[in-house]
């Protein structure tokens, strides 16, 4: 069964950079956008970026200019590179993106999430 699974977080000081991954495995035909949600305590989650599969790219006015959203399609995988990194930005960051899996038709998935913590 097809499914994302994200990596890459952590503990990091102010200023600091990190960098997501998320892989989709399982038979897939093909991935069409991928994206990066994140939703801090007591906050709705809300789009951080997005990118196309030709890789057009799509951000959030919070983190742009900090952050970089970008996909290896032969690895079925998306990344989002984040620099000068805020206690602001601490959350779960979730992975999205719609699937076309063998067998079955397209589907919108979700990663389990992993926690990034901006703190000193």
């Known amino acids: 069964q097809a499914q994302l699974v994200e990596s890459g977080g952590g503990l990091v000081q102010p200023g600091g950079s990190l960098r997501l991954s998320c892989a989709a495995s399982?038979?897939?035909?093909?991935?069409?956008?991928m994206g990066w949600y994140r939703q801090a305590p007591g906050k709705q989650r809300e789009l951080v970026a997005d990118i196309t599969h030709d890789g057009t790219a799509k951000y959030a006015d919070s983190i742009k200019g900090r952050f970089t959203i970008s996909r290896d399609n032969n690895k079925n995988t998306v990344y989002l590179r984040m620099n000068s990194l805020k206690p602001d930005d601490t959350a779960v960051y979730y992975c999205?993106?719609?699937?076309?899996?063998?067998?079955?038709?397209?589907?919108?998935?979700w990663g389990q999430g992993t926690q990034v913590t901006v703190s000193s």
């Open positions: 999205n993106a719609d699937l076309w899996p063998t067998g079955y038709s397209w589907r919108n998935s």
């Open positions: 399982g038979s897939i035909i093909t991935i069409g956008r």
